[in-house]
């Protein structure tokens, strides 16, 4: 085995070298509600009952998924809700987001297990 092999052993880096430090899906969600443009809605979608709503955002919105984006970039977005609820419980986002991404590039957000307590563990 050589010196960059695997140890099991946990290290605690600092929040902000976290690859995951700036995601924040409270603020995520929010920014995509409030961001929501040219929106078309509710459909109900045949054998679901899933009320969607098809609308457009800013690339700007998304800053808390994906960090740095393409400024000026525009996306498609689809709000999925539970018509009973009306919970947010899927975000699909097609399009440019970010400079690197493909003009087809989709992103897909499942919000499920509402205010479920979970624990983590170590992986292996």
Request: glycine share 8%; no cysteine.
């Amino acid at each position: 085995m050589d010196d960059e092999s695997l140890t099991g052993n946990w290290s605690e880096i600092p929040p902000e070298e976290s690859p995951f430090s700036f995601l924040d899906p409270v603020r995520l969600v929010a920014d995509i509600l409030g961001s929501t443009q040219n929106a078309v809605y509710p459909e109900v979608q045949p054998g679901n009952g899933v009320l969607q709503i098809h609308g457009n955002i800013p690339a700007e919105a998304l800053i808390s998924l994906v960090g740095s984006v393409e400024p000026g970039a525009v996306t498609d977005v689809v709000l999925s809700l539970e018509p009973e609820t009306y919970r947010l419980k899927k975000v699909v986002i097609t399009g440019v987001a970010q400079p690197e991404d493909e003009p087809g590039t989709i992103r897909v957000i499942d919000l499920t297990d509402f205010n479920v307590e979970t624990t983590l563990e170590p992986p292996i």
